[in-house]
């Protein structure tokens, strides 16, 4: 059974970079088949697709966070992490890292989740 | 930009059918974009219930379908229960590896 958990700080001052690593267990992020991903979720509000990695290195992003956002995998330690710059009170949300399992011919879905962690930018 | 559609709020009696929808500010939704619909209940992390159209992850009860309605992807619970009260998500890929999430409904069962 694959699990996700997220962690990094909880507070995060405005105008500073959040950083976030999800640590996968009981499946290797190397094995392919496989996009790691980040999703937000503002407070009360919907879910928000952040961007995914393959563990390649490739990236795909949301266009209107990619100027700020960083995704990078770290396969010897079976990690993925987040870093999103120069955050605003904006920024404040669940972030959950995802499995995005790649289909057949193209597309993909989100197969198991992290159980979400709360990060708030505040001075 | 493209905007994914969802009713903001549904509700459906117990032991009730609801159909859900996932649409596109501009354009029509058809197996393409991969649909794949989520379930989240408050304080919880989201659960997979159907993707690539209507295929049923593991472990969801047959109750829940997906199908392609007309221009729109749709969400069909049949026979609704209780616990079928939730938040739900649908997220369509939008090629070039880009996906966007739908602004949800939330479904209330009474």
């Known amino acids: 059974q694959v699990q996700l958990q997220e962690s990094g700080p909880g507070l995060v001052k405005p105008s500073q970079t959040l950083s976030l690593t999800c640590t996968v267990s009981g499946g290797s992020i190397s094995s392919g088949g496989y996009y790691w991903s980040w999703i937000r979720q503002h407070p009360g509000k919907g879910l928000e697709w952040i961007g995914y990695i393959y563990y390649s290195g490739s990236t795909y992003y949301n266009p209107s966070l990619k100027s700020r956002v960083t995704i990078s995998v770290d396969t010897s330690k079976n990690q993925f992490s987040l870093k999103l710059s120069s955050v605003t009170a904006a920024d404040t949300a669940v972030y959950y890292c995802?499995?995005?399992?790649?289909?057949?011919?193209?597309?993909?879905?989100?197969?198991?989740w992290g159980q979400g962690t709360l990060v708030t930018v505040s001075s | 930009q493209t905007v994914v559609t969802q009713e903001p709020s549904f509700s459906v009696s117990p032991g009730g059918t609801v159909t859900l929808t996932c649409g596109l500010s501009s354009g029509s939704v058809s197996t393409s974009y991969y649909p794949s619909w989520y379930q989240q209940t408050p304080g919880q992390a989201p659960r997979t219930l159907i993707y690539?159209?209507?295929t049923r992850s593991s472990g969801v009860p047959d109750r829940f379908s997906g199908s392609i309605l007309g221009n729109k992807a749709a969400l069909t619970i049949t026979g609704a229960q209780a616990d079928d009260e939730s938040d739900y998500y649908c997220?369509?890929?939008?090629?070039?590896?880009?996906?966007?999430f739908g602004g949800g409904t939330k479904l209330t069962v009474l």
């Open positions: 690539s159209t209507n």
């Open positions: 995802a499995r995005a399992e790649r289909l057949a011919a193209a597309g993909d879905y989100f197969d198991y």
């Open positions: 997220v369509l890929y939008m090629g070039s590896g880009i996906k966007v």
